[in-house]
């Protein structure tokens, strides 16, 4: 297939990528052809043997390969689970958490040591703790809930490098903050109070078993606190690069949510939006095989339209033609809230900061996976 595609004319818009064994997609118009194909799907191989069977009982913990089986992308009650989570993430239920964000986010940067690391001193405790705030969890358990999220991401990440072997120690560290994540999510679903919460209730009754609604919670943290960061620091490496928007966003001239938009356009915290070919087809203008693998490459559909601009500016194209969050039905459940917790950083920071200094040479931003990865965000 690879062969035969590398050796076929492509019309503009697409490349293939021989070193990665896949099919590039950089116009607009063919990664809405993507989006929209039924021959094209999300990555998602319901044929696998034990996929259906894949619930643990009651008192047993998943596995680690079992646990990413669970989530609600990919298992068959996607749509009821998909309805539900939508009707939790929308703009007005966001926008009933700002204020909460903003005040959760000034607490942070008025408690920043002098110097440090923004990624990790800030950034990551602020994105997580006011994702679980969000989500209704008690603030007792933020700080192992905390464990929870590192583990998971770290996994993910292992898996994405192909790792499916796991040491004892792994094994034994992830049956333990699996068993919490149980418990937690049973204590939530008996006594919580939040929209989250509520749709989890009615959602856990399609189950004999409260595993899929833990593995729920553990794959929101996991798809967003992570992307969040990689945004954060994006915008605030950008934001520190130009010596006049920190006092234009202190002084409200300048709207924090347009500036990351607009630096998250430049540079998305994922590099490609992933789908693979399910049944033969020529809807991209050349005959696909299954298997392929497209990468519709997010950072060359969102410049198509326009180039990048100063991000004071703020985002020059509509929002449909920026694809930092995805497009179609598969769009980011969380976009609505990430941009509010994004930009209640970014405005916190420069309110709560203002002689902060970010050298932008210093900063490092790896690009060499599908998620960017902050490596380094030293302020002083
Ligand atoms: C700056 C932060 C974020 C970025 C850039 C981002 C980006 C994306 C993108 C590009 C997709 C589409 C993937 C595809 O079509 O294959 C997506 C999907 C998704 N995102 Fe986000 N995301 C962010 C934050 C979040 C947050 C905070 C949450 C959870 C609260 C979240 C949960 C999800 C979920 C569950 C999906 C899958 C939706 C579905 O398949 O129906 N994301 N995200």
Not at 189 to 210: G, H, I, N, Q, Y
Not at 337 to 360: M, S, Y
């Amino acid at each position: 297939m690879s062969v035969a595609l590398a050796a076929t004319a492509l019309p503009d818009g697409l490349r293939w990528d021989a070193g990665r064994n896949r099919l590039k997609v950089l116009s607009p118009a063919l990664a809405d052809v993507v989006l929209r194909d039924p021959h094209i799907i999300t990555g998602v191989d319901r044929s696998r043997a034990g996929m259906a069977t894949a619930m643990p009982e009651e008192n047993a913990t998943p596995s680690i390969t079992q646990f990413f089986e669970l989530w609600y992308t990919v298992s068959d009650n996607y749509a009821p689970f998909n309805t539900e989570l939508r009707k939790v993430f929308t703009i007005r239920s966001a926008d009933s958490y700002v204020d909460m964000f903003e005040r959760m986010a000034a607490e942070r940067a008025a408690a920043l040591p002098a110097d440090g690391d923004l990624a990790r001193d800030y950034f990551s405790p602020f994105f997580m703790d006011s994702t679980f705030a969000m989500i209704g969890v008690p603030e007792a358990d933020w700080p192992n809930l905390t464990k929870v999220a590192k583990l998971v991401i770290h996994l993910f990440k292992q898996q994405l490098l192909g790792v499916t072997d796991y040491g004892a120690r792994e094994q034994a560290a992830f049956a333990a903050v699996m068993r919490y994540l149980k418990d937690l999510t049973d204590r939530l679903l008996a006594e919580a109070d939040s929209p989250f919460v509520d749709a989890a209730r009615r959602l856990s009754a399609m189950d004999r078993s409260t595993w899929p609604i833990a593995a729920l919670i553990g794959q929101l943290l996991m798809a967003g606190i992570e992307p969040m960061i990689v945004g954060g620091a994006i915008a605030s490496r950008m934001v520190w690069s130009d010596p006049e928007l920190p006092g234009l966003l202190r002084a409200g001239e300048v709207d924090a949510g347009e500036v990351a938009e607009e630096c998250m356009r430049q540079s998305p915290p994922f590099g490609n939006v992933f789908r693979f070919v399910a049944e033969p087809c020529s809807c991209l203008g050349v005959p696909l095989e299954p298997g392929t693998i497209v990468a519709i490459d997010t950072e060359a559909v969102n410049l198509a339209e326009s180039g990048p601009t100063a991000p004071v500016r703020g985002c020059p194209v509509r929002p449909t033609a920026v694809l930092t969050f995805g497009r179609g039905g598969h769009y980011c459940l969380g976009a609505n809230t990430a941009r509010r917790q994004v930009a209640a950083a970014l405005r916190a920071l420069v309110t709560a900061r203002p002689g902060l200094r970010i050298d932008p040479a210093a900063v490092r931003i790896d690009t060499h996976n599908n998620l960017k990865e902050v490596r380094a965000l030293p302020y002083s």
